[in-house]
């Protein structure tokens, strides 16, 4: 067991009701991403109560609180605290109802169907823990919990607000995620563990003129149909096998009846890659397939993209996995294990690469283990709602308990008193 947490055990277990209240109550409260008004004032009243220095408001509803307890190491903590805009459908008794208007003013349902309620909890509960423990560790714990993830703004709006002048400079920070996998469990991975995401809008322009006259018009439906068909082939034809990537095309909108050909087409392509050379490599060539449909086809302009968000890799540093790799197995055993990269991305990186310091992501089970191991034996792991899923609904126990042990020995690896190797 981690030395810091053997000094916490009695401490963990009457905190961990509390948790689990505060963990339904912003279940059935989830905010839209860069509008966690609620959810901000929740931790920064909490994490107050127990010494921290807080700031609010940091890149919009970002908070950032600090624990200063003597010369030592500087760790920060990360959480992210934004819903998705989708209905939950888990029919748990907590379950979301909630409904708010996005930024395009659309009224949708939220829900918190990526687990970041548990990423708020668990980092709430460990602040509380360390303040509550200040004699077996040295050092300076900065929790920072993150708006706006889901939409890949958070980390860099923060850093826009100042992060890296107004707040110290970590050695290390950490993070984790809640995952389709055995609760109880800790995936933990030296070097790339999450993909780079990059999201485009494409913007085809054509000649609208009536169905019965194609020959006047430059149609873009065609344009967008043949697009989307060459873009398959940058996978299939231009990647080499040895790397992996994705492209998605999640919509292609035209038109609005069947005898009017539309004056222009719109793709919304998502890519996952996990490696920089070939994450340049694609945008470059889907750029060049895009634009040359619009030649083949006589289009009377060139395509316009738009960036809808870009997520960097999410690249582990070996020495910092290490020492997490010792601190887990010491403490979870076998329930911690080496993980595959996940076809996933987050901008969690961001701060690492801002302050050029060493980070490492792990992720934590949340599936019923029973579940789990039978849907492994059947070779159905692709039916457990995962993330992003309206069914997707972390089991609590153990997951809590679990994902705040994770972060107490990560925490305790560089300030624990015994813990640490430096
Ligand atoms: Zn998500
Ligand atoms: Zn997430």
Sequence with gaps: MSKLITTMVGAIDSLLPELETVYKDLH??????????RTAQIVADYVEKFGYEVTRNVGVTGVVAVLRNGDGPTVMLRADMDALPMAEATGLPYASTVKAKDEDGIEVGVAHSCGHDLHVTWLMGVARLMAGHRDAWRGTLMAVFQPGEEVGRGARSMIEDGMVVRFPKPDVILGQHVMVGAAGTVG??????????????????????????????IDPVIMAASTTLRLQTIVSREISPRDSAVLTIGALQAGTKENI???????????????????????GAIRRICCAECVASNAPREPEFTTLSSYPLTVNDDATCERLRNTFEAHFGERAYETQPAAASEDFSVFGREWGVPYAFWFIGG????????????KKLNEIPSNHSPKFAPVLDPTLRTGLEAMLCAAGAWLGNEDSTT
């Design 261 to 283: 050909i539309p004056d222009d087409a719109t793709l919304k392509l998502n890519m996952r890659t996990f490696d920089e050379d070939v994450r340049e490599y694609m945008l």
């Design 28 to 37: 059935q409260h989830p905010e839209l991403s860069m509008q966690e008004v």
């Design 188 to 217: 933990y991975r030296s070097g790339t563990i999450l993909s780079a995401g990059d999201s485009l809008k494409v913007r085809l322009f054509g000649r609208g003129s009536h169905g019965s006259q194609p020959q006047t018009s």
């Design 367 to 378: 599936t019923d283990p029973e579940e789990f191991k039978r849907a492994v034996a059947a």
